[in-house]
Structure formats: structure tokens, C-alpha cells
């Protein structure tokens, strides 16, 4: 009865978790340093020198568009929280932590008559649980702009649309409705997975609200335009094709999509199945439920949305764990979704019990994530300050360790660090960063003897 109380006082619960889980993962940001490409991301791909002002940021995203990749509008964002320090992106980056996952609560519960806190509660832990490359993803400053960010910018983009569908409302602030085109571009320009998988989530929406006789608003389709516009721009970048020619696969092309295709399933098989299964378990129980048709279509939606975020990456050589975000975040809202079709009176108590005993497993899961975190922070700092009191010291060629995090929650874990020779690309930018000739590192057990 207490905990049922709890969760029927909306306001009070959904406060009361974006505050514990904000604070958990700024915790998080502030025990995660600049790892990896942060360091690359310091020097301009324009004329190799540190980036110190915004023309310098747009010169090097000009040349990154035409050398490397599309994804200038996400490599700005972080270039520039590294000309400001990571403090700075550390906040901003676990508000908007807070906000997505806000918004994936409002598009499972956007109809639901019972347990909304409950599923607010249980979207935290979703995101906990199903995302393969957490770290990666929502604290490694490079990774989070490329990741978090967008997918932010996407959810929050879609959200007019999908409320007209499911409620007939529609959006009527003149101011919000003149940054939609804006917001559209953003949302189409930010990583080639989730921003094309948000264009076929508007589309779908589109077709239904003309078949629910609804009148699509001219900004809508404007808006929907420069989604489409900022997706061509990134696909288009010159630097992909680039890059694409450098690592192309010479293995005929059934051993070349065979082997695409088994990493995009294993990517869903070894991550996310628990999550695929219920989700297919309760969207066929909603497919029995007397329900508008419509709302059927939106619980497959989710799930086609995520397939198709996750299978379009056979198109390209490499699937990181982290391109998997969207599928994970599109799939739990779907599994949501439909729970909130489900759950009435006589069913939040058992859900209550199961949020309650996923949550036994997250503060497991999250000390011992904190514990590597923190571990890792230590020892980086310390290696940090051994660079500096030997560059101090005149010595210019340095033999530092690497360092192995164990879990996913830790930013550097499934990333690169500094390696055993000094021409590998990160122990060159970070010579630079530092100040060095040369930098190389073996593993820590090595260092310490």
C-alpha cells in the first residue's frame, strides 16, 4: 500500500527519481576524464593546431566534413565544450541525461491511466540495463555529443508529431513552432542510424494522421523537410566516401553482408534480447486488446523503428556498440508503450514488485559501476600527473601504463587508450596535447613493477 501510494503521487515520484538519477549520473560525468578522441577533437583537422576560438571550431568542422565525416554539427558541439572544460559539459550533459529520459517517459505513458510514475521509474532503468555502450555514450565527452545529444535533439523533435497523433493536439506556441525547422535540421544531422530511423518514425506518424482525417500544418511538413535536408547533408559529406574507400572489404559479397548481418544480430542478441522478447510478448498481447487501431500501429512503430535502427548498419564496415543506443532507446519506449496499454488497477502491483526488484539490481550494478569509475579516475589522474612532473622535469619521451576498465558504465570502457608505440594515433595526439616528443604505454601491471 506505501509504495503503491508513492507511485500514484506523480509529481512528487517523477521529481523525486530525476533528481536521485541526475545526481547518479553526474556523479558519473565528473569521474569520467577526457579519454580518446577528446584529446583529437582539442586540435583542428583545418591546420592541426589547438582550437582556441569558434572560427577556429568552424574552420576545423569545415574540414572534417571533407576529409573525415558528416557529423559536423555533433563534433561542434563538443569541440566547443572543450574549449569551455568538462565541468561545464558534465552538467549540461546529465541534464540532458534527464531530459531524453524524460521525454521516452511521455511518449510509454502519453495515454496510460494508471502507474505513469511507475513507468517513469522503470524508463531510468531501462536505459541502465539495455544500452550496450552506457559509458560510451552518456559520459565520454566525444561519445555523448555524438550519441546522447542527437538522440535528444531527435525525441524532442518527434514529439509534436507523435502528440497530435495520439491526442489530436497541436502545437500553437508560434515561438516553438518557428525553431521547429531548426529543430528538425539538428535532428536529422546527427548520426546516421538514429537520425534516419527518426525520419521513418515522422513518416510513419504523417501517414497516420491522414488516416485518422487529420490535417497536416504547413511547419510540420517544412519542419519534416529539414530533417530529411540535414540528413542528406551528413550522408553526403565528402569524408565518408573518403573513408569508406580506406577500409573497404575485399571478401566477396555474401562473406561481406554475412558478417554485417551476424553482428547486427548479435548486437540485439547479446544486449538487448530480455528487452526484444517482452516487448514482443506485450505488443501481441496489446494486438488482442479492443483498442483504437491506431495506437496499435504505434506499439509496432516503436519496434519496426528499432529494427530498422539497428539493421541498417549493414550498409556500413563497423557497428560500435555505441551506434546501438537508438535501437535500445526506441525498443524500451515501445515495450513501455505497450505496458502502459496494459496496466490497470488489478496489474500495478505486479509491476510495482518487478520495478522494485530491478532496482535491488541497479544499485548493485551501479556501485560496482561507481567503484570502476572511480578506480579508473584515480589512476588516470595519477598517470596524468606523472606525464606532467616528468615533462616538468625536461623528460619528453614518456613510458606511461594503460589502464582496463571492467564494466560498461565506465566511459573508456571499449574504447582505445594510450598503446605500446608512439606513432598510434591517440599517443600522438596526446603527445601534442601535452606537449611531448613521444608517448607510450603497457599495461599497468608493468608500470608498477
Known amino acids: 500500500m506505501m509504495l503503491n501510494n508513492f507511485f500514484k503521487n506523480k509529481r512528487y515520484t517523477t521529481a523525486l527519481v530525476s533528481a536521485a538519477f541526475g545526481c547518479a549520473i553526474l556523479i558519473f560525468n565528473f569521474l569520467t576524464p577526457m579519454l580518446a578522441d577528446d584529446y583529437s577533437y582539442t586540435f583542428s583537422w583545418y591546420d592541426h593546431n589547438s582550437i582556441v576560438t569558434l572560427k577556429d571550431a568552424c574552420l576545423s568542422m569545415y574540414a572534417h566534413y571533407l576529409s573525415w565525416g558528416g557529423r559536423i554539427i555533433t563534433h561542434f558541439i563538443a569541440t566547443v565544450f572543450l574549449m569551455i572544460g568538462k565541468p561545464v559539459f558534465n552538467i549540461f550533459n546529465a541534464a540532458l541525461y534527464c531530459w531524453l529520459a524524460y521525454l521516452l517517459y511521455r511518449y510509454a505513458a502519453v495515454h496510460a491511466e494508471k502507474g505513469h510514475s ?40 518527434l514529439w509534436p508529431y507523435y502528440q497530435y497523433v495520439m491526442s489530436g493536439r497541436l502545437l500553437t506556441n508560434k515561438i516553438i513552432i518557428g525553431f521547429m525547422p531548426l529543430l528538425g535540421l539538428l535532428a536529422g544531422w546527427g548520426n546516421e542510424n538514429t537520425s ?46 573518403l573513408r569508406l574507400e580506406s577500409s573497404s572489404e575485399n571478401t566477396g559479397l555474401l562473406l561481406t553482408y554475412g558478417g554485417r548481418l ?38 509496432a512503430l516503436f519496434g519496426i ?41 488489478n496489474h500495478v502491483k505486479w509491476a510495482c514488485g518487478i520495478v522494485c526488484s530491478l532496482m535491488a539490481v541497479f544499485f548493485i550494478q551501479y556501485s560496482y559501476g561507481l567503484l570502476d569509475i572511480g578506480y579508473t579516475y584515480r589512476v588516470y589522474n595519477r598517470r596524468i600527473d606523472s606525464i606532467l612532473q616528468q615533462r616538468d622535469a625536461g623528460i619528453l619521451d614518456i613510458v606511461t601504463y594503460r589502464i582496463e576498465p571492467k564494466t560498461k558504465f565506465n566511459g573508456l570502457y571499449g574504447l582505445e587508450d594510450l598503446q605500446g608505440y608512439p606513432t598510434h594515433w591517440l599517443n600522438g ?4 596535447y601535452f606537449g611531448l616528443h613521444t608517448i607510450v604505454a603497457f599495461p599497468e601491471e608493468k608500470a608498477e613493477e
Open 429 to 432: 595526439n596526446t603527445s601534442n
Open 262 to 299: 551476424a553482428v547486427c544480430n548479435s548486437m540485439l542478441y547479446e544486449y538487448m534480447l530480455p528487452f526484444l522478447l517482452v516487448y514482443l510478448f506485450l505488443f501481441v498481447l496489446v494486438c488482442y486488446q479492443d483498442i483504437e487501431f491506431y495506437k496499435k500501429w504505434i506499439a
Open 196 to 241: 534516419g530511423a527518426g525520419i521513418l518514425f515522422i513518416a510513419v506518424l504523417l501517414l497516420i494522421a491522414r488516416k485518422l482525417g487529420r490535417k497536416i500544418p504547413l511547419w510540420m511538413l517544412i519542419s519534416f523537410g529539414t530533417q530529411i535536408l540535414g540528413f542528406i547533408f551528413m550522408i553526403a559529406a565528402p569524408g565518408n566516401y
Open 305 to 345: 523503428t528499432a529494427l530498422a535502427n539497428n539493421y541498417v548498419m549493414l550498409v556500413v564496415t563497423e557497428y560500435p556498440e555505441r551506434a546501438a543506443l537508438g535501437t535500445a532507446l526506441f525498443l524500451v519506449t515501445g515495450l513501455l508503450y505497450c505496458l502502459s496499454l496494459l496496466l490497470d488497477e
Open 118 to 157: 511507475l513507468i517513469y521509474l522503470a524508463v531510468h532503468l531501462c536505459i541502465w540495463f539495455a544500452v550496450p555502450a552506457f559509458g560510451q555514450d552518456f559520459l565520454w565527452l566525444i561519445g555523448a555529443c555524438n550519441y546522447l545529444w542527437p538522440a535528444a535533439f531527435i525525441f524532442t523533435f
